[in-house]
């Protein structure tokens, strides 16, 4: 293993946005086992301070490996697209339409059942976004393409939060 390496290189995974999670997750388990400082209390402070340096790299490749809008990003960073955010907001106006058109009826929904159907129709555009960007990112090839998709993306993440939210204000 080395520091440097990626975080597919470094779980033994194809470069790619479909993952099997469960290997994953073993892999996780392995790796951890290896690098925990615990391990390496008897090689002294200096072999400890290696193995938590491990340790966070593992978790912190773990975590993003493991969610799939960073994981994405992740991607089309390790191919020259970085996802820049905060420099790039620039949305198509029919994505712009529909996030006005969900905060009006999250702003109007009156009831559980009526943010609960909102939410739904959320959930099931994010698996619709997030299907057509497995096939950007392993198929087509497109990270430019693919980038665009995350930032919309996370839109929708921030959105799904808010929804969340105002479920638990409504005691749910």
Known sequence: MRLDSDDFELFGLPRRYALDRAA???RWRELQAEVHPDRHAAQGAAAQRVAMQ???RVNEAHLRLKDPLRRA???CELNGVPIAAEDNT???PAFLMQQMEW???L???RGVAAVEAIAADVAQQRSASLARLARTLDEAHDYADAAKQVRALMFV???AADIERRLEALGQ
Do not use: G, T
Request: net charge negative.
């Open 24 to 26: 994953l997750d073993q």
């Open 54 to 56: 491990w340790a966070v």
């Open 73 to 75: 990003a992740y991607l």
């Open 90 to 92: 620039a949305m198509p």
């Open 103 to 105: 905060r009006e009826a």
């Open 107 to 109: 702003d109007d929904a």
């Open 157 to 159: 993440e921030r959105f």
